[in-house]
């Protein structure tokens, strides 16, 4: 393909969230003589951290392992609310002299690969202008997150039109929403709805939450009390990675144990429920899941604030299932109806990888199904390209840190060799595959069929696990036999599939 590049940098990364951000960081101390811009399709940076805007939006993982390892997270809580871990992306971006490499309302829609050129030619649209740019990259690194951000998941409900209240998805929260002293009914049970709805619940007349199915939810400090004696002693420098260590290894031996001893966990993670909430609470319905412990993603609650909130009467949980919306509220399979006055449906996102960009090779379309993840960054078959996909039972970052630091050590090893372009092999087809993310929820199943596999091997599978993956990707060699190296003008390898 002709190139159609007027501008060419050296790394081109694809969104400015945290991940994005963090890529950026790396790439400015590690690989100081590249060259790199950043497009972010909105007007701001921050990305998840900037979108949801709903009461109570926080962290559900410790900032000590959100945080990036190169900067230590000083604020009081270990759970932080969204405008605290917006301001930490932005001062983080500030203070790396990062802010002046993004590109705000520039949306990659399209790249492709062309061998001859050893380089991407992206397909880039600024705000509502009509005609495309092109901006060429000899490397491309998507920091897109892993949701749609024009359209959470709602699933059909019917007879919603007759609905006198109002409706509100948690994705696009109106900021006129006045719910003081009414009745709403929060639909979900997953991470955001446990959010919202005591925080919900302080000013409402009465908060539901109107759950198909129950889900693990485990208090946890907002305070991390180890953190606040080592950070009051110690300087943060070194306090940090200290905390950030506990807290990984606590999430290991939790993950561990979930899946070695599923029973064990499932009696301490209900016994703490019961001992929160009211005697004689009907636990067996409302928080007892019917898979294991991680088998979807575990909620946290700080200090147990939605057990709290149960407690005081301000928020009834209701396991029931939804047959139609009715003028007043909700009609129920147990023909019980809910009134309400708000309905937020808290009912997920829409995955979408690689920022919904479409890819192509050589002028031949990218089915990303048929790729398979290298070491959880780079994929079967596409040259120069890597893509930050955090952790599913770990805080994302500490995923991203390490795929930031690989990144660097690819493209520092591919110039000391020579090399222009580094295409990960496909495993031979005759080795199992299976798929990307192992979690049974919703939102992970609804696009199964659209993600890359995982492999059953070293480097090929995806353990979701910090310090594994931080011996291959920190240290392991970056010439593992797995991956073409070639100068310009080499074929990349083929697809598997
Ligand atoms: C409500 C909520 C709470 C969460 N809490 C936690 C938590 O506690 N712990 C945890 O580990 N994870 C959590 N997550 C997951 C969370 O998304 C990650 O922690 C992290 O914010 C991801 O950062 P990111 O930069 O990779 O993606 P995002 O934050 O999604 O940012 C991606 C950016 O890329 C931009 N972009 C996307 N496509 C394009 C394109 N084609 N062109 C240009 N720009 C593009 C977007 O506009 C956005 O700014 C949460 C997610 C949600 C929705």
Same mark, same amino acid.
């Given at each position: 393909m002709?190139?159609?590049?007027?501008?060419?940098?050296d790394?081109?990364i694809?969104?400015?969230?945290?991940?994005?951000?963090?890529?950026?960081?790396? *790439?400015?101390r590690?690989?100081p003589? $590249?060259?790199?811009?950043? *497009?972010?399709?909105r007007?701001a940076?921050g990305?998840?951290w900037d979108?949801f805007?709903y009461p109570?939006?926080?962290?559900?993982s410790?900032?000590f392992?959100l945080?990036?390892r190169? /900067?230590?997270?000083q604020e009081?809580?270990?759970?932080?609310?969204g405008?605290?871990? @917006?301001?930490?992306?932005?001062?983080?971006?500030?203070?790396?002299?990062?802010?002046?490499? !993004?590109?705000?309302?520039?949306?990659?829609v399209?790249?492709?690969?062309?061998?001859?050129?050893?380089?991407?030619?992206?397909e880039?649209? /600024?705000?509502?202008?009509? %005609?495309?740019e092109?901006?060429?990259?000899?490397?491309l690194?998507?920091n897109?997150?892993?949701y749609?951000?024009d359209e959470?998941?709602?699933p059909?409900?019917?007879?919603?039109e007759?609905?006198?209240g109002?409706?509100?998805?948690?994705?696009?929260?109106?900021?006129?929403?006045?719910?003081?002293?009414?009745r709403?009914?929060?639909?979900?049970s997953?991470?955001?709805a446990?959010?919202?709805?005591?925080?919900?619940? %302080?000013?409402?007349?009465?908060?539901?939450?109107?759950?198909r199915?129950?889900t =693990?939810i485990?208090?946890?400090?907002?305070?991390?009390? !180890?953190?606040?004696f080592?950070?009051? /002693? @110690?300087?943060? %420098?070194v306090?940090?990675?200290i905390?950030?260590? $506990?807290?990984?290894l606590?999430?290991?031996?939790?993950?561990?144990a979930?899946?070695?001893?599923?029973?064990?966990?499932k009696r301490?993670?209900?016994?703490?429920? %019961?001992?929160?909430?009211?005697?004689?609470?009907?636990?067996?319905?409302h928080?007892?899941p019917a898979?294991?412990?991680?088998?979807?993603?575990?909620?946290?609650?700080?200090?147990?604030?939605?057990?709290?909130a149960?407690c005081r009467g301000d928020?009834?949980?209701?396991? +029931?299932?939804?047959?139609?919306?009715?003028?007043?509220? *909700?009609?129920l399979?147990?023909?019980?109806?809910?009134?309400?006055?708000?309905v937020v449906?808290?009912?997920?996102l829409?995955i979408?990888l690689?920022?919904?960009?479409?890819?192509r090779?050589?002028?031949e379309?990218?089915?990303?199904? &048929?790729?398979i993840?290298y &070491?959880?960054?780079m994929f079967?078959?596409?040259p120069?390209l890597?893509a930050?996909?955090g952790?599913?039972?770990?805080?994302?970052?500490?995923?991203?840190d390490?795929?930031?630091?690989y990144?660097?050590? @690819?493209l520092?090893s591919?110039?000391e060799h020579?090399d222009?372009i580094a295409?990960?092999?496909?495993?031979?087809?005759?080795e199992p595959t /299976?798929?990307?993310? +192992?979690?049974t929820?919703? =939102?992970? @199943?609804r696009?199964i069929?659209?993600?890359?596999k995982?492999?059953?091997?070293?480097p090929?599978r995806?353990?979701?696990? =910090?310090?594994?993956?931080?011996?291959?990707?920190r240290?392991?060699t970056?010439d593992?036999?797995?991956?073409?190296?070639?100068p310009?003008g080499?074929?990349?390898?083929?697809?598997?599939?």
């Amino acid at each position: 393909m002709e190139s159609r590049g007027n501008e060419h940098v050296d790394v081109l990364i694809v969104g400015a969230g945290l991940s994005g951000i963090g890529a950026a960081c790396h *790439l400015r101390r590690d690989c100081p003589q $590249k060259s790199f811009a950043i *497009l972010e399709a909105r007007e701001a940076s921050g990305g998840t951290w900037d979108l949801f805007r709903y009461p109570g939006v926080r962290s559900d993982s410790d900032m000590f392992t959100l945080g990036y390892r190169f /900067r230590p997270w000083q604020e009081a809580k270990a759970i932080a609310d969204g405008p605290a871990i @917006l301001g930490y992306i932005r001062a983080t971006a500030r203070d790396h002299g990062i802010e002046e490499a !993004i590109r705000y309302r520039c949306r990659a829609v399209s790249a492709e690969w062309s061998s001859d050129d050893a380089r991407w030619t992206v397909e880039v649209r /600024r705000g509502d202008e009509p %005609e495309p740019e092109w901006i060429t990259c000899s490397f491309l690194y998507l920091n897109t997150g892993y949701y749609r951000y024009d359209e959470g998941f709602t699933p059909h409900f019917e007879g919603l039109e007759r609905f006198g209240g109002r409706v509100v998805h948690p994705q696009h929260w109106p900021e006129d929403l006045d719910y003081a002293g009414k009745r709403v009914v929060v639909v979900g049970s997953g991470a955001t709805a446990v959010t919202l709805v005591p925080a919900m619940a %302080e000013k409402a007349g009465h908060v539901t939450m109107l759950q198909r199915s129950p889900t =693990y939810i485990v208090s946890m400090p907002a305070h991390d009390a !180890i953190a606040d004696f080592l950070r009051r /002693r @110690l300087p943060a %420098e070194v306090a940090y990675p200290i905390v950030r260590w $506990k807290n990984v290894l606590l999430a290991v031996l939790m993950y561990q144990a979930s899946r070695r001893s599923p029973e064990v966990v499932k009696r301490l993670i209900r016994s703490g429920v %019961e001992k929160a909430l009211p005697a004689g609470y009907d636990v067996a319905t409302h928080f007892t899941p019917a898979y294991d412990p991680w088998d979807q993603r575990l909620c946290l609650v700080p200090d147990g604030d939605l057990f709290k909130a149960i407690c005081r009467g301000d928020v009834s949980v209701v396991t +029931d299932r939804i047959v139609t919306f009715t003028e007043r509220g *909700l009609l129920l399979a147990s023909r019980a109806e809910l009134e309400a006055d708000v309905v937020v449906t808290a009912t997920g996102l829409n995955i979408s990888l690689m920022g919904g960009m479409e890819l192509r090779l050589d002028g031949e379309k990218v089915d990303l199904s &048929k790729t398979i993840g290298y &070491k959880g960054v780079m994929f079967s078959g596409l040259p120069n390209l890597a893509a930050t996909i955090g952790y599913t039972n770990a805080s994302w970052t500490l995923k991203a840190d390490l795929a930031a630091g690989y990144v660097c050590r @690819l493209l520092n090893s591919m110039d000391e060799h020579g090399d222009a372009i580094a295409t990960p092999r496909a495993p031979a087809p005759s080795e199992p595959t /299976r798929p990307f993310m +192992d979690l049974t929820s919703g =939102y992970v @199943l609804r696009s199964i069929d659209q993600m890359p596999k995982q492999g059953s091997r070293r480097p090929w599978r995806l353990h979701q696990n =910090y310090p594994r993956d931080l011996l291959v990707l920190r240290y392991g060699t970056v010439d593992d036999g797995e991956i073409d190296f070639s100068p310009a003008g080499g074929r990349p390898a083929e697809l598997v599939g």
